[in-house]
C-alpha cells in the first residue's frame, strides 16, 4: 500500500513545477498591466492640461485635429467640425498614440 503513494510522487513535482512556471508568468503579466494603467493615469493627468484646447491627434497610424472635451481614467472625449457637423468620438486613451499641441 505504501509503495503505491511512492509512484505518484513524481507527478506531485512535476504539477508542483509548472504550476511555478505559470504563477511565475502570471506575476510577469500583472506587473506589465500595472506599469500600463499607471501610464494611463499619467496621460489622463497630461491631458487636464489639453482640456478644451484643439490638438493633433494620432489614432491608429493616423492623425487629425480634434478638440480634447472631456476625458477619465480609460477615454478621452474628442470633437471636431467636418463639413458643418460637428463628430464626437470617445476613444480609449490606450488607443492614442501622439498627442501634439497646435501653437
Do not use: C
Amino acid at each position: 500500500m505504501g509503495a503505491i503513494w511512492i509512484l505518484f510522487i513524481p507527478f506531485i513535482v512535476i504539477f508542483y513545477a509548472s504550476s511555478e512556471k505559470k504563477i511565475k508568468g502570471l506575476n510577469r503579466r500583472i506587473k506589465g498591466l500595472e506599469k500600463q494603467l499607471k501610464g494611463n493615469k499619467e496621460m489622463s493627468r497630461l491631458l487636464e492640461e489639453l482640456r478644451g484646447q484643439t490638438v493633433s491627434v494620432r489614432l491608429n497610424g493616423f492623425g487629425s485635429n480634434w478638440k480634447i472635451v472631456d476625458f477619465d481614467e480609460d477615454w478621452v472625449k474628442l470633437s471636431r467640425v467636418i463639413k458643418q457637423h460637428r463628430v464626437t468620438k470617445l476613444v480609449r486613451i490606450e488607443d492614442v498614440e501622439l498627442i501634439q499641441q497646435l501653437r
